[in-house]
């Protein structure tokens, strides 16, 4: 009875840091979202203009936008199953420029932050349009992006739904 009760306490212990204390350290994880304003990049700015030609309106940009998404991460971030187990301190990365140049491994908190940035840089979506929304995946926190489209909020969530072939629309959650 007492191993039973040292490994509901680790398990306890475990689940408190994974989803309370990491999420108050994490950058872009927090229980809110107060995402920092900075100075974007030219370069983003430069793509939300190009995602914004090629859309012929809300729901085109967020489309384009979620493929744009997909597609760097597959060229570029090496968002992937598995690898956030080994790539901790890349957790920790907060600086816009460095998120978007890197040809590092991204976490889903930082992915969903250029997200945002380049939600509300486009003409189509303010920050009142985006909820950001956690849920339970392969044992850790997941983050993915709720987006108000036409009245209704899809979800948004390339780092977890869309590196599983996933469409816009569903969201990762539990095992995958």
């Not at 009875?1 to 994880?29: H, K, N």
Request: aromatic content about 16%; charged content about 20%; overall charge positive.
């Amino acid at each position: 009875m007492e191993i039973l009760f040292y490994i509901l306490l680790a398990f306890g212990a475990y689940l408190f840091f994974a989803f309370v204390l990491l999420r108050l350290v994490a950058p872009f994880m927090g229980f809110r979202l107060n995402w920092p304003v900075v100075q974007v990049p030219i370069e983003i700015k430069q793509a939300v203009k190009s995602l914004e030609d090629g859309s012929d309106g809300q729901a085109s940009f967020l489309r384009n936008l979620y493929l744009f998404v997909l597609e760097k991460n597959k060229t570029q971030w090496s968002h992937s199953r598995g690898r956030a187990a080994i790539m901790l301190p890349r957790l920790f990365v907060k600086d816009l420029n460095e998120i978007w140049k890197t040809k590092k491994f991204v976490y889903c908190n930082a992915i969903n932050y250029v997200a945002y940035v380049m939600l509300v840089q486009s003409k189509y979506f303010k920050p009142d349009d985006i909820k950001v929304r956690h849920v339970f995946l392969n044992f850790v926190p997941h983050q993915y992006l709720q987006v108000k489209l036409e009245g209704k909020w899809l979800d948004f969530d390339p780092a977890g739904s869309g590196i599983r072939g996933g469409s816009l629309g569903t969201h990762a959650s539990f095992f995958g």
